[in-house]
């Protein structure tokens, strides 16, 4: 809220709508917003929407003391409308205007997530925006709680993953399906079907997440951005043999961290990737290993 004094030249932008709901695609955001001028300050124009703000580390080019050019990583932000509307202002405004102006913003069907990764950063904002010529514009901005539920697609249990190596093990994830939510426990089962006898140190399954931001379209020799972290990992069996035909089943429980949801569309700011990978630990040997997507959401 903006109201009090106001120097002459000056907009004042008051916004009300409801911010302690959560929102969803497709979803209609009610908003009231109250203009107040002093004057006849010079205005374009009043806008608002949604908008989707990120940060990201990318690539500057840094010269070196001997005139060799490389890159460091540096912090960049981006900010672009998802969806906007212009508020019908009079075509010339009379001094001191003032107007209440009431409406609904129409949330896109398909939006990325709001996350928090070591690399990535991205919320969305409601924001309108006074465009004033040659001077600041005046602005409103304030946090939107946006969930983006699993789609449904990849909903089915089955069996999931490609073995590493099919011709010493037949190495598979059962689970529930592939879409999963923030702050769930996801439950299955690592199947084992050994083609030989396989000494292992053990059976371990580990929940990994990969943040990658390219940089091929920008900078042809510059390498992408990448970030690998393994959030958790279960030792399922110590040391023993798997003996040729005998099929294992080790079940497994793993909690959803919460705050980095799958992006696969996050525009410049890259992009936030989930998976399961789980491997026969063999001494001094390749281990056999399965690994499978999952995709993770921030509610439903």
């Known amino acids: 809220m903006v109201f009090g004094f106001l120097r002459p030249g000056r907009v004042s932008l008051e916004v009300a709508w409801d911010q302690n709901r959560a929102y969803r695609p497709g979803d209609a955001l009610p908003a009231r917003v109250h203009v107040r001028m002093k004057g006849r300050p010079k205005l374009r124009g009043i806008r608002i929407g949604l908008v989707f703000w990120q940060r990201f580390r ?72 006074a465009d004033r010529p040659m001077l600041p514009d005046e602005e409103y901005r304030a946090p939107v709680r946006l ?9 089915e249990p089955g069996v999931f993953g490609e073995p590493s190596q099919p011709h010493l093990a ?32 053990g059976v371990q399954v580990l929940l990994r997440v990969h943040e990658r931001i390219p940089y091929d379209s920008v900078f042809d020799d510059a390498p992408d951005a990448e970030f690998w972290e393994t959030v958790h990992q279960a030792d399922l069996a110590g040391p023993g043999t798997l003996h ?49 997507e999952i995709f993770l959401y921030n509610g439903r």
């Open 58 to 129: 990318y690539p500057e080019e840094w010269e070196e003391e001997d005139g060799t050019v490389d890159y460091r990583l540096m912090w960049k932000e981006s900010e672009r409308w998802a969806v906007q509307a212009d508020l019908p202002l009079p075509s010339k405004l009379p001094s001191d205007f003032q107007q209440t102006f009431e409406g609904q913003l129409r949330i896109p069907d398909v939006l990325p997530p709001a996350h928090e990764g070591r690399i990535c950063q991205a919320r969305w904002y409601l924001k309108v925006v």
């Open 147 to 155: 969930v983006v539920p699993p789609p449904g697609r990849y909903a």
């Open 170 to 201: 037949d190495l598979r994830f059962h689970l529930p399906g592939l879409e999963f939510v923030e702050g769930e426990v996801l439950e299955g089962q690592v199947v084992i079907r050994p083609r030989e006898d396989l000494e292992v140190r």
């Open 244 to 292: 040729a035909g005998r099929e294992q089943r080790y079940a497994f429980r793993i909690p959803l961290p919460q705050g980095r949801p799958t992006c696969g569309h996050c525009g410049p700011g890259g992009r936030i990737s989930w998976y399961l990978h789980a491997r026969l630990d063999r001494a001094l040997r390749r281990d056999p290993t399965v690994t499978q």
